[in-house]
C-alpha cells in the first residue's frame, strides 16, 4: 500500500486488517527509517525523511522475506517526536496475508519485486496536506511553522520525484482510499482468491 503523505494508506490498512482479522500481519515502511544516535535532536530535525535513502532498506527487504517465508521479526518503532527508531521493537508475526505500507515502497525496486498486489492511493494534494498538518501539529505536537517548511522543502519536492513516479508501478490505483468501497470489495475477492 503506497501513496502520498495523508492520502489515507493508514485508513485503508486498518480496514483491510479489519477484514482479514486473525489471518493477516502488517509491516509499516515509517519504521525502517534510519537509526541516528550520531545526531543531535536539531540535526535530526533537519534530516530530510521523505528520501528513499533515510529508510534502511536492506533490512526491510530482510524483514520481508522472512515474514514470506514464514518467520516472525522484530520490526523497529519509529519515533516521530524524537526523529529516531525507539529502543523497543515489535514482533510481526508471519500470515497469510501480509500488508505492506509506505510512501516509497514502490520507488525501491527490491520492495516492489516482494509484493503480490500492488495498492496506491491517490488522494487530492490540498485534502493529503491538511491531513498531514492536522496529523503532525496534533497528533504529533509539532508547530504549523515546522509542518509548512517540512512540506515546501522536503515532502512535495520528493512526492514529485519518488511517489508520484511509482504509482506507475502499482496494479490497482484506489481514490480516496478506505472510503473506496467498490475498490474494498475487489481488493477482498483478491486476497480470498490466493492473490
Do not use: W
Amino acid at each position: 500500500m503506497a501513496g502520498g503523505t495523508g492520502s489515507g494508506k493508514t485508513t485503508l490498512t486498518q480496514a483491510l486488517l479489519a477484514k482479514c482479522a486473525g489471518v493477516s500481519s502488517v509491516l509499516y515502511h515509517d519504521n525502517y527509517y534510519k537509526r541516528q544516535d550520531e545526531l543531535t535532536f536539531a540535526e535530526r530535525e533537519k534530516v530530510n525523511y521523505d528520501d528513499l535513502d533515510a529508510f534502511d532498506n536492506d533490512l526491510f527487504v530482510d524483514h520481508l522475506e522472512a515474514l514470506r517465508s514464514g518467520i516472525a521479526v522484530e520490526s523497529p518503532i519509529y519515533d516521530f517526536a524524537d526523529h529516531n527508531r525507539a529502543a523497543e521493537t515489535t514482533v510481526v508475526e508471519p500470515a497469510p496475508v501480509i500488508i505492506v505500507e509506505g510512501i516509497l515502497i514502490f520507488a525501491e525496486p527490491r520492495i516492489c519485486s516482494l509484493l503480490d498486489i500492488k495498492l496506491f492511493v491517490d488522494t487530492d494534494a490540498d485534502v493529503r496536506l491538511l491531513r498531514r498538518i492536522k496529523r503532525d501539529v496534533v497528533d504529533r505536537g509539532r508547530t504549523l511553522e515546522s509542518v509548512e517548511e517540512q512540506y515546501l522543502g522536503t515532502v512535495k519536492p520528493m512526492h514529485e520525484l519518488y511517489v508520484e513516479p511509482s504509482k506507475r508501478n502499482a496494479d490497482l490505483i484506489i481514490p480516496e482510499g478506505g472510503h473506496n468501497i467498490v475498490a474494498m470489495d475487489m481488493i477482498m475477492r483478491r486476497i480470498q482468491a490466493g492473490a
